[in-house]
């Protein structure tokens, strides 16, 4: 009698699994990729899942529908932002976002000026509007950034350790003027799209300071692109960090 219980009970389990997985698949029929219906980030503390609109007649409206806007200043940008940053696509950003932004090791930073931020940005971004990041080398406002991103003053460097950087028996420090960027953590930057300018002058701004070029990546659809494709947006709670 307790064998048969057991059995019909396993049996409503398998069953009960599989109508989840059914209805999983259901709610999710468009996909991230082939192998990805969602993913989760983490956006000021809290797990917000990554999918995309599933109405298939959903059509793109208002800013990020338009078409034409006046060249100068809103015109298109190279694919190669600056030698050595690497331009991603929206598969390429998945992965970073359940890779170095899970691990503490990635940063992904929205560009745009505050104003563009609160109205939506993409979960797990944090606000850097490129006025802050086109400073002087000599700006105060570094030294409240750059330690966010990993980045710590540089130290002046031992003979031991100078002899074991020779011998290639240590990491050779990655220093450029007060700051050693040996540990900087890999950036990806957007703002509003392939005729936004406001990303584009965040990297020229990093890398002036000595930001090594391949831990920057320019997602150069931003939120136009991001939009288009019916991915999740997040209204954030705060003005967005830094906070002035």
């Not at 890999?186 to 990297?203: D, K, T």
């Not at 991915?231 to 967005?240: C, E, I, Q, R, W």
Request: aromatic share 12%; hydrophobic share 40%.
């Amino acid at each position: 009698m307790m064998n048969r219980f057991f059995l019909a009970f396993s049996w409503m389990l398998l069953l009960g699994g599989q109508r989840l997985l059914a209805a999983e698949e259901t709610e999710y029929r468009v996909g991230l990729t082939a192998d990805k219906p969602y993913i989760h980030v983490l956006h000021e503390g809290k797990s917000i899942r990554v999918s995309r609109i599933q109405d298939p007649n959903f059509e793109l409206r208002g800013y990020y529908a338009r078409t034409a806007r006046k060249c100068p200043p809103f015109c298109l940008n190279p694919m190669q932002v600056a030698p050595g940053v690497e331009t991603i696509g929206e598969v390429e950003l998945f992965d970073f976002m359940t890779g170095p932004l899970r691990d503490g090791t990635g940063v992904l930073i929205d560009a745009r000026t505050p104003a563009w931020y609160t109205k939506g940005t993409i979960p797990g971004a944090v606000n850097y509007p490129f006025t802050l990041l086109n400073k002087p080398a000599n700006d105060p406002v570094w030294d409240k950034i750059l330690p966010k991103f990993g980045v710590v003053p540089a130290r002046k460097t031992g003979l031991w350790e100078r002899i074991l950087e020779k011998l290639g028996l240590r990491e050779k420090r990655k220093v450029q003027g007060k700051w050693d960027f040996t540990q900087a953590k890999e950036l990806v930057l957007f703002c509003n799209g392939p005729a936004c300018g406001q990303s584009p002058r965040a990297i020229r701004g990093l890398l002036a300071i000595g930001y090594p070029p391949e831990k920057l990546k320019y997602y150069r659809g931003g939120m136009q692109m991001w939009e288009l494709w019916g991915l999740t947006t997040v209204k954030p709670s705060g003005s967005g960090e830094p906070k002035k």
